[in-house]
């Protein structure tokens, strides 16, 4: 908090002013609040360390529940504004707002705000003061609804009643005026000066100084008779009664009076007695106990309400005021006769009040009692006249009412439901334990609108909105949102209900909610919504003709399908308009069959062909019609449909050629042909089964299958057999099976697969078995083969190795005798060079056969070693470190992604070897008219990591290498050096691990390699 000002720590200023009696607070420039008064502590409910040091404004955020307390805040701070910068004191216009403090009940504050001076006539201070005009509003608000009985009594007398604004110098009269003054076409509103011109000149003083001593006085009322114009000149005797109204500084505001034409009540007593004869026929004629109370002799007449009502007879009450108060129950009769007394001495004429009344068997009733008050010409209360209204049974329901919900608390603390009520202005005032425990909150936490923390922010705008209506219109609120649970955050849907409960008047006393866990049948529901709605879109594009027709069979509607086919328009086709369509063989049947049923009830399936009046072709199409009936059983409506079936019926007969050719095919094949219920029960074998087993359809029924399986096989058959019908995966095994006729065992491999209905379930295998005998022994003799070749491989490269060994030596010594041979010797001939060169390039050329042959050796004897998953960003580098100087003398640009897969299981040695080969022959085989691209890309491709290798040089000519591409010395450009072998050992290397690799190359264009490792799940 900033520093106290010079003119507040001068003087023990905090004590002084906490002891005001005002309700008050002092603010900053900040409007930081400095002190309080008590009196504003009080009413707020605070203390001053929760507000000293803290901004006002908390005051209203914490305090108003009112929904313009944004409004009250804007106001406030412009009026402060206003009052440092003016330096003048600046009242704001009365506010309403709810104070908690006060149980939210409505308040009217008067809010003023005076500036403090210092001495550098600075503005450092700002006193506020509240002052509570909550009883003088209220007090406004019933001025304003007597006047307007004022005004419907003044109807009634033949009165005219006015009003005079004093603030905005306006003087209104009501329509009366017009009659009884005479000025018909005058309007109705004056300035007040105008007021005097009508009175009479001599007149005018006298009612001036009247009306001056009653303001004098301070007094509520005035009256006076004098002298008023008429519309046409002459003056009226008038007597005129007004109510005074002052603000809140006790200067007058408005007047409201009626003024009444004295020479029009001339013939006063004698409407008055016959008033008074009216009025008693009226109260005698009414239930309910009418009484008339003279105040000058305190007589008392009541109508016959009174007897019926408490049971007196007539010559057992009084005929004074004594038959009232000697009945009204001994700890009511004190209050209700004071509370009488203050409304007639106060000159006021309205009363009411509710009490304790003795019948005469000894009951009391509760008595709802409302007296009006006459006064005569002078204003003395003369006359009063008042209603008796037994409220008893009102009374015992609101008792039972109170009961009713303290017994409903009990009741929703012991519902599995999360219930709550809130006050009728909707704010939440009670949440039973289920709340607590499913949100994990308290009731402090909830008060008011704490809910909204814990409801989905999706359903919070839509949720309030409509609390908020319901709360302003008192209609029943309904609604589904999502609230989160306090234990894990997770959101549930739940069903929000909430009703009013209302007194006997029917104003709003308390809502009741629930909260309904709908979670599980809101995701049924979700799921069922979307159902339907496919099923209503499937409904709506459906190509069938769909009609309705009423129960005496008349048709009163096709969909838009009947008009596409037939373009006969609907109301041709109406009631029987529609057989004109029916083809003539077919027409008189289908009519007979159609009221046959409309008779029966029963429902309409029929064959009949349409015709299309536009081409006058007919279809077939198959109609049904099923009756809708009543809980009665009656027909109520007929609902149909016409599907286009001309294509079925012109395919039945190649259908049925079709399965005729199907079932000669099935019983023709080779292959045993079997199928299963959904146990595994076999049903079906065709005739290759009989004819290889030996055993008939009857004896294979069942599980006799498994006892024709070679007892090796059985117990592994069957694990497999019972696993597919447990899973449903596809069965697929070798067994072997015994004919029966010779004892022999022939390989079958059986294959089944399940069948499914609409919901997923298997109702059906269906499975062949095909002899693989000779499969089987092809398969043994290619085994033995293979094992042959690879000796055959192994001897080969044992010799290539052996060879390659022994041919180096000689190499090596025939190049450095040739080396000591040119350089002791000098050749006359001068293309010794040219020889000697070709020589040396033919030695090493050997030199390099030999050394990639023991290459290729290494290969087939080393492809399993040292396998790892190697990082391939790591080994590029390596292999780019050694052709270093090769990539920058050719300007080749390399580029790789690796990111989905960085790391391959391989060989180390043997990954590097393929790379620097595949980016080797890159380069070697580039285009010298543009600069050299090399990319290297990994992707995953199942078991496999897909290695794509891709350049921009000379490309190979596929068509006439495709079969050579990876032969051991191949070649495909001559210009270049080489031995032949590269591709041969990427192949090599990757082919034994169980990889393959496939090339693309267009020429002039460039060569993409796809080298596919297979990675072993133990390293992956």
């Keep these: 908090m900033k520093n106290k000002p010079e003119l507040y720590t001068s003087l023990n200023f905090e004590h002084l002013f906490r002891s005001m009696p005002t309700r008050s ?10 002190a309080t008064t008590d009196s504003f502590l009080e009413a707020t409910k605070r203390t001053q360390n929760e507000l000293v040091g803290n901004s006002f404004f908390t005051v209203f955020k914490e305090e108003s529940k ?3 307390t944004s409004d009250i805040q804007q106001l406030f701070l412009e009026a402060c504004q206003h009052a440092m910068q003016e330096q003048q004191e600046c009242t704001l216009p009365v506010l309403s707002f709810y104070l908690l403090a006060t149980g939210n009940r409505k308040q009217f504050w008067q809010i003023t705000i005076k500036p403090l001076l210092s001495s550098t006539q600075e503005v450092p201070l700002l006193i506020v003061e509240f002052r509570d005009v909550t009883e003088d509003v209220t007090k406004e608000h019933e001025a304003q609804a007597s006047h307007l009985h004022l005004l419907q009594m003044a109807k009634t007398v033949g009165a005219t009643v006015w009003e005079a604004d004093m603030d905005n110098n306006r003087l209104t009269f009501s329509e009366s005026y017009k009659d009884i003054f005479g000025y018909p076409d005058s309007r109705l509103t004056y300035d007040l000066e105008a007021w005097k011109e009508l009175v009479h000149p001599d007149d005018v003083a006298y009612i001036q100084s009247s009306i001056h001593n009653a303001l004098q006085t301070r007094s509520r009322f005035w009256k006076g008779e004098y002298r008023y114009r008429k519309a046409d000149g002459s003056y009226t005797a008038v007597y005129d009664h007004s109510y005074i109204m002052y603000n809140y500084a006790g200067q007058l505001t408005r007047m409201v009076g009626s003024m009444i034409d004295l020479n029009r009540q001339k013939d006063h007593d004698t409407r008055l007695k016959e008033s008074n004869e009216r009025f008693e026929l009226i109260a005698r004629a ?9 105040l000058l002799d305190s007589s008392i007449w009541w109508n016959d309400g009174f007897k019926n009502l408490f049971g007196y007879r007539e010559e057992e009450i009084e005929p004074t005021a004594i038959s009232w108060t000697s009945r009204i129950h001994p700890d009511d009769v004190d209050r209700v006769q004071t509370s009488i007394h203050d409304v007639i001495d106060s000159g006021n004429t309205y009363w009411h009040d509710e009490y304790r009344f003795r019948c005469a068997s000894g009951q009391y009733l ?10 005569d010409e002078t204003g003395s209360p003369v006359r009063m006249i008042g209603a008796m209204l037994d409220i008893t049974e009102r009374r015992r329901i609101e008792q039972k009412l109170q009961e009713s919900v303290a017994h409903s608390r009990i009741v929703m603390e012991s519902l599995p439901l999360m219930t709550w009520t809130t006050t009728p202005e909707g704010l939440v005032d009670y949440y039973n334990q289920r709340w607590f425990d499913y949100t994990g909150s308290n009731l402090e936490e909830m008060r008011d609108w704490g809910w909204e923390k ?7 705008k839509t949720t309030k909105d409509l609390w908020l209506h319901c709360v302003a219109t008192g209609s029943t609120f309904t609604i589904q949102s999502r609230w989160k649970s ?7 849907w739940f069903l929000a209900r909430a009703i009013p409960l209302r007194d006997l008047s029917g104003t709003i006393t308390k809502w009741v909610g629930s909260h309904t866990d709908i979670e599980d049948s809101k995701q049924t529901l979700l799921a069922l919504e979307e159902t339907s709605r496919k099923l209503r879109f499937l409904s709506e594009s459906i190509p069938q003709i769909v009609w309705s027709a009423n129960p005496d069979g008349t048709i009163d509607y096709f969909n838009k399908g009947w008009y596409q086919y037939t373009h006969i328009p609907l109301e041709n086709s109406k009631n029987f308009g529609w057989t004109h369509a029916l083809h003539p063989d077919d027409k008189q049947l289908t009519i007979s069959t159609w009221l046959e049923c409309v008779h029966t009830g029963e429902p309409f399936n029929r064959h009949l062909r349409l015709r299309n009046v536009a081409t006058e072709d007919y279809r077939w199409f198959l109609a049904r019609a099923q009756p809708m009936r009543d809980e009665q059983g009656r027909i109520t409506k007929w609902f149909g449909t016409a599907t286009d079936i001309h294509d079925q019926i012109q395919l039945q007969e190649e259908l049925e050629r079709s399965e005729k050719q199907f079932r000669f095919l099935a019983e023709s094949i080779p292959q045993i042909i079997w199928t299963t219920d959904p146990t595994g029960f076999h049903d079906y074998f065709n005739q290759r089964w009989t004819e290889y087993t030996g055993l008939s359809l009857e004896d294979s029924i069942g599980f006799t299958w498994n006892s024709v399986l070679h007892p090796d096989d059985r117990p592994r058959a069957w694990e497999r057999w019972q696993h597919s019908l447990r899973t449903g995966e596809f069965y697929e095994i070798e067994y072997r099976f015994q004919n029966t006729n010779d004892g022999t065992y022939r390989w079958f491999l059986a294959q089944a697969m399940p069948m499914h209905d609409e919901h997923g379930n298997i109702v059906k295998w269906f499975g062949t078995c095909t002899d693989i005998e000779d499969h089987k022994k092809a398969e043994e003799e290619l085994l033995e083969k293979n094992l042959e070749l690879k000796r055959i491989n192994y001897d080969l490269d044992s010799f290539v190795y052996t060879a390659s060994h022994d041919l180096k030596l000689p190499i090596i010594n025939m190049a450095s005798i040739f080396e000591e041979l040119t350089g002791n010797i000098e050749f006359s001939d001068p293309d010794a060079q040219k020889m000697i060169g070709m020589f040396n390039k033919s030695l090493r050329q050997i030199h390099n056969t030999i050394h990639e042959l023991s290459e290729v ?8 070693r040292d396998l790892e998953l190697v990082d391939l960003v790591a080994l590029t580098n390596d292999v780019l470190e050694s052709i270093q100087e090769t990539m920058q003398n050719t300007g080749t640009r390399l580029t790789t992604d690796f990111s989905e897969a960085p790391a391959i299981a391989f060989s180390r040695a043997n990954l590097k070897s393929i ?10 085989y580039r285009d010298h008219n543009r600069a050299a691209e090399i990319s290297l890309k990994t992707s995953v491709r199942g078991d496999f990591i897909e290695l794509i290798v891709q350049d921009n040089g000379l490309g190979i000519d596929m068509n006439k290498h495709q079969n050579k591409l990876f032969q051991m010395f191949k070649r495909f450009h001559n210009h270049v050096n080489g031995s032949g072998l590269g591709l041969y050992i990427v192949n090599r290397l990757i082919t034994n691990s169980g990889g393959y690799i496939n090339i693309e190359s267009t020429l002039n264009e460039g060569t993409t390699f796809y080298l596919y490792f297979n990675q072993k799940k133990d390293l992956v």
Aim: charged fraction near 20%; proline fraction near 2%; hydrophobic fraction near 40%.
């Design 25 to 34: 607070v002092v603010l900053d420039a900040d409007l930081t609040i400095l």
């Design 66 to 68: 009112a929904n313009n």
């Design 286 to 294: 009414t239930n309910d106990v009418i009484w008339d109370w003279n």
């Design 366 to 375: 509760i008595i709802r009692d409302n007296g009006y008050v006459m006064h």
């Design 454 to 460: 814990f409801i989905h922010p999706a359903d919070a």
């Design 486 to 492: 306090g234990k894990d955050g997770s959101y549930r």
């Design 857 to 864: 050796v290494k290969v087939q004897k080393n492809n399993e």
């Design 915 to 924: 790379i620097y080969n595949l980016i080797s022959n890159a380069i070697k």
